[in-house]
């Protein structure tokens, strides 16, 4: 499938628990089927963050890919991210997302470490990428 680059795209680690919990209430709260997926393990967000100059195999970041395959193609990371995700979301989440905005970017992402550090032993971990329900699949890059 050839991404809509006016779609933005959430990079996450497949075998996360904890971040395929993340993709799944985004897909459960995006009416619009605006966001897209793919596995940092995949193809895809290899190619995408070797052209950033970033480690594709460095799994603890969640980056959102704005205006993807464009000249002004960026990239949001960690609590930025998430930001912009719940923003994008609408509704209530827009709030969570202002609260969040508040917190200085350097507490924000010294916690969001924390956590990437801890969550497989939290959240479990797959032994491979899970593969999303058929009604989804059209929004994952990798599947």
């Given at each position: 499938?050839?991404?809509?680059?006016?779609n933005?795209?959430?990079?996450y680690?497949?075998?996360?628990?904890?971040?395929?919990?993340?993709?799944?209430?985004?897909?459960?709260?995006?009416?619009?089927?605006?966001?897209?997926?793919?596995?940092?393990?995949?193809?895809?967000?290899?190619?995408?963050?070797?052209?950033?100059?970033?480690?594709?195999?460095?799994?603890?970041?969640?980056?959102?890919?704005?205006?993807?395959?464009?000249?002004?193609?960026?990239?949001?990371?960690?609590?930025d991210?998430?930001?912009?995700?719940?923003?994008?979301?609408?509704?209530?989440?827009?709030?969570?997302?202002?609260?969040?905005?508040?917190?200085?970017?350097?507490?924000?992402?010294?916690?969001?470490?924390?956590?990437?550090?801890n969550?497989?032993?939290?959240?479990g971990?797959?032994?491979?990428?899970?593969?999303?329900?058929?009604?989804?699949?059209?929004?994952?890059?990798?599947?």
């Amino acid at each position: 499938m050839d991404p809509d680059s006016a779609n933005p795209i959430l990079l996450y680690d497949g075998v996360c628990g904890l971040c395929n919990r993340v993709v799944h209430f985004i897909l459960k709260r995006d009416a619009q089927a605006h966001f897209r997926f793919a596995w940092l393990q995949g193809e895809f967000a290899a190619d995408l963050l070797r052209r950033h100059h970033l480690n594709a195999n460095n799994l603890d970041t969640l980056y959102l890919v704005e205006d993807q395959g464009r000249s002004g193609e960026r990239l949001a990371v960690r609590s930025d991210a998430v930001i912009k995700v719940l923003r994008q979301l609408g509704g209530p989440w827009m709030l969570a997302a202002a609260g969040l905005k508040i917190i200085p970017r350097w507490l924000r992402d010294w916690g969001y470490k924390v956590i990437a550090r801890n969550r497989y032993r939290i959240f479990g971990r797959s032994d491979r990428c899970l593969v999303p329900e058929s009604r989804y699949r059209d929004r994952f890059l990798d599947a």
